[in-house]
């Protein structure tokens, strides 16, 4: 290890020197995440080890083990049908519906809200150890998908007992659910910074999740209809992230529209991350 | 060649008054020091002007009073906290043990936490499984290893730790106040295991506050107080004779 360390004062003599001394400043950022990610990344087998004794330990002393989550997913499944089931609509086309959006509102709930306090959950790793930060964010990255899994097995079976036939279509989902997974990261990497800077966010950010399941198309359809579901539908992010996995299997169209929004508001998420990563990294051992 | 090159550090950083609906916490979190400034720009001088050379062979004891920068020392040492000045050059491998219960997990067995623990401090799975065995003889801890960690006492935790930190060779060894747990029959053979890395060219930094412990095991004492150097102690391997150098702070 070696290196020069000192307290860089920028005193910026006009605007031209201001926005030289900004771009070097994120272009070193950038380079901080990148060599955090990189060395994440050849770390590989500590974040999935982690991963799988996490998964484990949840479940250890339990009879069914990780099975829970596929049984808990069907068990809401089923629930929301029963009760929110519209009159007039065909049950298995609904089943379908709510069993693809609440998998994905579940996956998105879940690593938004854990997300806010990783840092601190880590705390004794992080003031113990020399481990990149992004070892964290990709070991609750990997419990978060190996718990969809099971969902995504149920889901599986729902739609195939809801006469939703196997077609290239599908095809365009798995596209979408992989389009979220490389959100993940970033998604996470983004949340858990807000958690160490403003450490309340843990519980608005658990209630917005809440609250926003009502204000996202999990469970209710839209028909174009006007009134608080048309801004609900448009203008919520998450509108998108369920529609980019549902509407092709259900309808059999390619939802480009929602493709596209969901690729910027990835970059952008991602750009955030970088340069939270690259800016911050060692300053979380002083926040937590 | 092993050595560690401190010029001139320190370590502040800024009391972060984190955006917060609750009342205002004036508690101060995070490693110890000289608090500086006041009402929303509060700064804590962790380090101050910490200057010095090990080369290999040396084993240095950190002694001081509680919050005299000690840990926080170790963990400049180890990467954990990065300067805010000075320069630091490190070569050599280094290892660290802080606290023994870090990366273990209570739940799965001292086997298993022995390959978690080995791939948090980078070796590879073929080099933890190589050293396995030894690991565990060293520890002592025999059947038990196969038993949950949360079955440990904090003695049986401490071997486990200090086998693993040690059975890989590492280059540079730094602990803090790990010995403590360890019943007398360990800590001589602990110390004799110190022995023998220092003498394979390794350097050892230790933090304690068991002014015994760091006259029998280290060579040099380096005094701390509100995170500047006090005083710089060398002594001769023989242990005969102390000399004692005051160095002077620089600023």
């Known amino acids: 290890m070696k290196g020069d360390f000192g307290c860089p004062i920028a005193i910026g003599y006009d605007a031209i020197q201001q926005k030289t001394a900004t771009l070097e400043t994120m272009i070193a950022a950038l380079n901080g995440a990148v060599d955090d990610i990189s060395k994440a990344m050849r770390l590989h087998r500590v974040w999935v080890a982690l991963a799988r004794e996490d998964i484990g330990d949840q479940h250890r002393r339990t009879t069914l083990g990780p099975l829970w989550l596929l049984v808990n997913y069907v068990a809401l499944m089923g629930t929301f049908v029963f009760v929110f089931q519209p009159a007039g609509n065909d049950a298995a086309g609904y089943s379908a519906y709510v069993a693809i959006g609440l998998l994905v509102w579940f996956y998105l709930t879940e690593i938004i809200s854990l997300s806010v306090s990783l840092f601190q959950r880590e705390e004794s790793f992080i003031e113990g150890t020399t481990l990149p930060l992004f070892v964290y964010v990709m070991r609750m990255a990997l419990q978060s998908i190996i718990r969809a899994g099971y969902a995504i097995a149920g889901c599986i079976v729902i739609l195939l007992l809801s006469g939703s036939a196997l077609n290239a279509a599908w095809l365009w989902s798995l596209a979408g659910l992989f389009m979220i997974l490389l959100a993940t990261p970033a998604v996470i990497t983004v949340f858990a910074f807000l958690g160490a800077f403003f450490p309340d966010s843990e519980f608005i950010v658990g209630n917005m999740m809440r609250v926003g399941m009502f204000f996202t198309p999990v469970f209710w359809v839209y028909n174009g209809q006007d009134g608080v579901q048309k801004y609900a539908y448009h203008w919520n992010p998450f509108t998108y992230f369920l529609e980019i996995v549902r509407v092709p299997i259900i309808s059999g169209e390619l939802p480009m529209h929602a493709f596209a929004v969901t690729g910027i508001i990835s970059l952008a998420v991602w750009a955030i991350a970088l340069l939270l990563l690259g800016r911050y990294r060692k300053q979380v051992v002083f926040l937590i | ?251």
């Open chain 2, 1 to 251: 060649m092993v050595s560690i090159k401190l010029h001139n550090i320190s370590l502040v950083y800024r009391l972060h008054e984190k955006v917060t609906l609750s009342a205002p916490d004036r508690r101060v979190a995070g490693p110890g020091g000289r608090i500086e400034g006041s009402g929303r720009k509060q700064f804590v001088q962790a380090l101050d002007g910490i200057s010095f050379e090990l080369k290999a062979g040396d084993r240095l004891g950190l002694v001081g009073p509680n919050g005299a920068g000690k840990t926080t020392l170790l963990k400049v040492l180890y990467g954990i906290y990065e300067p805010s000045g000075g320069s630091i050059a490190i070569e050599g491998k280094v290892d660290a043990l802080f606290n023994i219960n870090i990366g273990f997990r209570r739940e799965a067995t001292g086997r298993r936490n022995i390959v978690l623990r080995g791939l948090i401090s980078g070796w590879t799975e073929s080099e933890i499984e190589e050293k396995m065995e030894e690991i565990i003889a060293f520890s002592e801890l025999g059947d038990f290893i196969d038993l949950p960690f949360k079955s440990y006492s904090q003695g049986m935790a401490a071997r486990l730790a200090f086998s693993m930190a040690t059975s890989l060779d590492p280059e540079i060894l730094l602990m803090d106040e790990w010995i403590g747990a360890g019943d007398a029959s360990f800590q001589d053979k602990a110390k004799r295991r110190m022995d023998e890395l220092a003498e394979k060219a390794g350097i050892i930094v230790l933090a304690s506050h068991n002014e015994s412990l760091i006259e029998s095991v280290c060579t040099k004492k380096l005094t701390l107080k509100s995170g500047q150097v006090e005083s710089l102690t060398t002594k001769p391997i023989k242990r005969s004779r102390t000399e004692k150098t005051v160095l002077s702070r620089p600023r």
